[in-house]
């Protein structure tokens, strides 16, 4: 059964936006703090963002001022809004939820320059 989805990636010009959402079966999502990392090719994952349940947010300085977290309780979805990109930022996107341990299939997000 399928616990996490990410959705939202694909080609983009650089600066140009991307929103990804990460949808959870509601039985993981419920008071979870859900986390975004990225793999970029040939690189390690990296953080780059948290929401807690209450909406408090952590993002990584790497990123900050470019990408913000949210989510929607009532869709069991976290997005990750992300502005200015570059080519950089092309990796696989990843959400978590740790509780569990929790991962998904990754969205791949391809900056062209």
């Known amino acids: 059964q399928v616990q996490l989805v990410e959705s939202g990636g694909g080609l983009v010009q650089h600066g140009g936006s991307l929103r990804l959402s990460c949808a959870a079966s509601?039985?993981?999502?419920?008071?979870?703090?859900v986390y975004w990392f990225r793999q970029p090719p040939g690189k390690e994952r990296e953080f780059l963002a948290l929401?807690?349940?209450?909406?408090?947010?952590n993002v990584a300085d790497s990123v900050k001022g470019r990408f913000t977290i949210s989510r929607d309780n009532a869709k069991n979805t976290v997005y990750l809004q992300m502005n200015g990109l570059k080519s950089a930022d092309t990796a696989v996107y990843y959400c978590?939820?740790?509780?569990?341990?929790?991962w998904g299939q990754g969205t791949l997000v391809t900056v062209s320059s």
């Open positions: 929401i807690t349940s209450v909406g408090n947010t």
């Open positions: 509601r039985n993981i999502f419920s008071g979870a703090t």
């Open positions: 978590n939820i740790a509780r569990g341990n929790f």
